[in-house]
Structure formats: C-alpha cells, structure tokens
C-alpha cells in the first residue's frame, strides 16, 4: 500500500512539474508587426488611438537608429538577424554579387535565390532549430528557402492578399494544436502611399488612420482568441519617408556617359559598377558633378554606416542630400516620396512599440537601435542567439520584472557579441505561479480521488448497496 502510495505521489509531482513548465511558453509568445514605412512620428499627425492604447499600456522608444541604407529589404533583414547590411548580406533592394554573378531585384520580385539570404541565419530558423515552430504572413524573406529551410507555416508573397486574411492565418497558427511561438506579419503600407502622396501631403493623414485601424483590427482579433494578455505583441517598421520634389532631382546623364557603368541600384543611393578600364573616369565625373550628391570610393564609405565590408556593394557608391531623388535621365518616373538616406535622419526612423506580459506598461524610452531587437527577441523566446549587432542589455529597460526565470539559465548560452551575457535572461513569470497553483490544485484533487477510491475498494459491499438505493429512486 506504501509502495503504491510513493508511486501515485512521484507521478503527480511529475505532472505538477510537468504542467508548471508546460505553462511557461505562454509567456514567450512573440508576434513581430511591421507596417512598412511607418516613420516615428506619424502617431502625431492625426489620432491614432489604437496606437496610443497600446503605448499606454506597453512600451514606445522614440528615436530607433535603423541601418544603412534605409530601405525596405536590408532593414527587415537586420530586424531578424541583429546584424548590419554588410554582415547580412542584403544591402539593398537590388543588388549584383560579383561572386556569384548574379542579381537581386525587389522590382523584378526576382529574391528567391537562397544564396542572398544565406549570410545570416533569420531568427524564424534559429526558434525552429532550438525546437519551436515559426509562421510568417508575408514577412520579407519568410518565403524564400534559407539554409534549406521555411518557417513551419508561411505565405507565399502576394501583394493582394488582405491585412485581414493575413491576421486570420497568424491566429490560426498561434491556436493550432502544434502551436507557433513566433510569428511575423508584414503590411506594404504606409510606404506604399508615402511614395506616392509624399509624406507632408494631408492625403497622409487617411491613410495612417487607416494603419491604426488594421492595429485595431488585430487587437480585436487577439482578444478574441485569448491571446492578448499573453502574447508579447512588437510592433516596427523598417524605415521612415522623406518629402521629394521636381525641384530636388540629380540626372547622371549629365555628368556621365551612361554606358560607362552599370547602375545597379538607383535612388537616393546610386550604386555604381563602372565597366572594365572605367573606374577613374566614372569616379573623376560623379566626384563633384552635384551639391547634393556625395560620392564615395567603397574603401572611403563612412564606418558609421557598416555599409562597406561585403561584396554586394558596388564599387562607387553615390548617396543624395535628404529629398533629392537620383535619376540617370528625367524620363523616369519620380516620387514624392522616398527613404534610403542615411540612418542618422530621423526622418528615416521607424517606429517601436510593444505590449504584453513580457514589457513594462506606460514606459517611454529615448532611443535604440534597430540591431538591438533580435537579442530582445531571442531573450523572449528563451532560444540562443546568433553572432549579432545588438545588444539585450540597452534595451532591458523595456521589460517589466527582474525576476529571473529558471528555465532561460538552463539554455545553452547566447553567442552574443560582448554585449548582452547569458545570465542576463529576466522576466516577470505570471504563468510559472498560475501554473504552480493549477497544479497544487490537481494533485490535491486527484489525492483526494485517490483515498476516496482507496476506502471505496475496502468496502466491497458498499457500490451494491449504492446500488439498491438508487433503483427504488430511479422508478419513482
Ligand atoms: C555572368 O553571367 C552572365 C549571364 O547572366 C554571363 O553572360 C557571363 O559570362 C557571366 N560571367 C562570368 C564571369 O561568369
Ligand atoms: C494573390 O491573391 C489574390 C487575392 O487573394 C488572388 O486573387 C490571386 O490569385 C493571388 N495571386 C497569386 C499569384 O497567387
Ligand atoms: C544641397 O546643397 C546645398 C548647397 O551645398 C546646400 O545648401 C543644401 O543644404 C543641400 N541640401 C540638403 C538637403 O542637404
Ligand atoms: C533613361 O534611363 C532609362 C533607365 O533608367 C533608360 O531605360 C532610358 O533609355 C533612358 N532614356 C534616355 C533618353 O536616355
Ligand atoms: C503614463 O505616464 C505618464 C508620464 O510618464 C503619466 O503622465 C500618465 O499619467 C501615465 N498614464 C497612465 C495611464 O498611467
Ligand atoms: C557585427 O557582428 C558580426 C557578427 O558577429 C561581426 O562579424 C561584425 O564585426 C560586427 N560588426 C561590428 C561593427 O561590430
Ligand atoms: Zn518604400
């Protein structure tokens, strides 16, 4: 009897434990948002509430420093991996590999080559390979095959497709029998009106209460499928927009033979591959040809930038003055909108926002970098970084307890860069003590059954006797 006794007790502490650490991915559920092109401070120019809620009750950093060059591509790419354009690899939304002798071209959606990918490892692989699944709704990347691998559920990249189909999908992955952990939603705008409004038109307003409404939207969806208060929600972006103009416009072919060289990427940072024997010359023409443009030998790019250490930036690059637009010839469309100048313009900063068990609630920090997020983001997900950037240490403010969490010093350690170190791992546990008390309760239960079966079997007359009481009930 003692015997089986200490068996019954061990089984259920290991399913009391069983249960308390079963509870814990709860807390490390992360759905990364960006809206393309969402400047900082668009949540000013018109009420933006849902925004607002979401600041008011989680976190908002006002200045995120994204990378060089501010375009769409690069900087999506640096939000999963936490490294600049030259350790990751795509430099821009088009490119020429030497190496490989082949091109990438957003224009041409021609970015299904792995090979461009493959500098860097996107944390959508590193959750999976530590064990958990991603799903990804057409988040840049998340479609093409990198280091032989897909996120466990993703949308092949489709422009039409809605904001509300796209929601619908991150759900039914984050409530699915294997659930995700990690999921990443993309949406086209505001860049996509940015560029064609410009963002000083008042035209801008509709369209950014038009992204607080699909927040809106995905809020209201969250809480319908109990995931609001327990999924840590990041919502970003990859870059600003800045006004253009007719007036602030370079034509090449009036300094330079265009067939000369190859541009490879156009504006506002001219990426130039002069032909065999032409360097000087292309370089001696461009060098001073305008006020606003300012060329650089690829050895000279400035440091600042880690724009310079790869073989996918061409050997000339030019790069405009803030709103001036670089064309080889004026037959080219020109938009009133455009990003992609340096990272130091805060007219090119993203926004940052987050909310969810993991943040602090009404908490507004000065800066950060767009780098700093994949640490933050392998911390919440409790999975090893890669080689990175970043640094979990300057943005630990952001999240809401100091309260180590076991689990996390268990993980093998982080291979950080000098920053962030792997006993850093902090966080707050509501689900650790609800799963505690949920499981107390079910042993005290089943003891209960237990001992109630216990005395029951040593009793062999009594279900009989049960039984003759009922029968005369049951024929009344
Ligand atoms: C690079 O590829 C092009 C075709 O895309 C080919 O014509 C050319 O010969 C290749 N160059 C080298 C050096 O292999
Ligand atoms: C893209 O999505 C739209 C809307 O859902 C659909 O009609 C169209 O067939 C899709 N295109 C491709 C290539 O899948
Ligand atoms: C363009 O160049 C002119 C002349 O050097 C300068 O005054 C102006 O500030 C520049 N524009 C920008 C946006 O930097
Ligand atoms: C202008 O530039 C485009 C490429 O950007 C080229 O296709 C077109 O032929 C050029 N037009 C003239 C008149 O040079
Ligand atoms: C949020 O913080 C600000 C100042 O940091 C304070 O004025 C405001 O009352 C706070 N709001 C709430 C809802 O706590
Ligand atoms: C960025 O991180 C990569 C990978 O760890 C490293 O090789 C590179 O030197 C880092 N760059 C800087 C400027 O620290
Ligand atoms: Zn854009």
């Known amino acids: 009897m003692t015997s089986k006794l200490l068996c019954a007790a061990f089984v259920l502490a290991a399913l009391l434990l069983s249960i308390t650490f079963s509870l814990q991915p709860d807390q490390q559920k992360v759905l990364l948002v960006s809206f393309d092109g969402f400047r900082w401070d668009y949540l000013y120019r018109v009420p933006t509430p849902h925004f607002h809620h979401v600041m008011k009750h989680g976190v908002r950093v006002k200045q995120v420093t994204n990378i060089f060059i501010t375009k769409t591509y690069p900087n999506h790419y640096t939000l999963v991996t936490g490294l600049f354009a030259e350790n990751h690899g795509v430099v821009a939304n088009d490119m020429f590999d030497p190496m490989l002798n082949k091109s990438f071209s957003l224009d041409n959606m021609n970015i299904y080559d792995s090979e461009f990918w493959e500098e860097a490892t996107p944390i959508w692989i590193t959750n999976q390979r530590a064990g958990h699944a991603s799903g990804a709704a057409m988040w840049p990347g998340t ?104 007036e602030r416009v370079i034509e090449l072919d009036q300094y ?131 080689p990175h950037n970043g640094s979990l240490r300057r943005v630990q403010d952001l999240l809401s307890s100091t309260t180590p969490r076991k689990m996390a010093h268990t993980q093998s350690p982080p291979l950080h860069r000098g920053h962030g170190k792997p006993g850093e791992h902090e966080q707050e546990s509501n689900a650790y003590f609800i799963g505690v008390t949920l499981g107390s309760i079910i042993v005290i239960v089943f003891f209960i059954i237990f001992f109630k079966h216990l005395i029951l079997s040593q009793i062999p007359a009594l279900p009989s006797m049960q039984g003759e009481i009922a029968q005369p009930l049951l024929q009344a």
């Open 143 to 246: 479609d093409v095959k990198i280091h032989e691998s897909f996120p466990a559920h993703y949308m092949p990249y489709n422009a039409s497709v809605s904001f509300e189909e796209r929601v619908a999908k991150i759900i039914e992955w984050f409530t699915s029998k294997e659930p995700i952990n990690l999921g990443l939603l993309y949406w086209e705008d505001p860049d996509d009106m940015g560029h064609h409004l410009g963002p000083d038109s008042p035209l801008m307003g509709p369209v950014i209460s038009d992204i607080d409404n699909k927040l809106g939207y995905l809020m209201q969806m969250l809480k319908k499928a109990n995931l609001w208060d327990t999924l840590n929600l990041i919502i970003t972006s990859d870059h600003g927009m800045t006004q253009c103009s007719e």
């Open 256 to 386: 330079l033979d265009k067939d000369l060289y190859l541009l490879i990427d156009g504006s506002p940072v001219a990426a130039i591959l002069p032909k065999e024997g032409k360097f000087d010359e292309v370089y001696e023409a461009l060098a001073h040809a305008h006020p606003n443009l300012t060329v650089y030998k690829k050895e000279e790019i400035p440091e600042r930038w880690h724009y310079k250490y790869n073989n996918r930036v061409q050997p000339i690059i030019a790069v405009a003055d803030e709103g001036w637009h670089i064309l080889q010839n004026k037959s080219e469309g020109l938009m009133l909108g455009n990003h992609g100048y340096d990272n130091a313009l805060a007219e090119m900063h993203p926004i940052f926002l987050a909310h969810g068990p993991a943040f602090r609630k009404n908490f507004t920090k000065e800066a950060m970098s767009s780098t700093d997020l994949y640490p933050l983001l392998c911390h919440l997900l409790s999975i090893p970084a890669m």
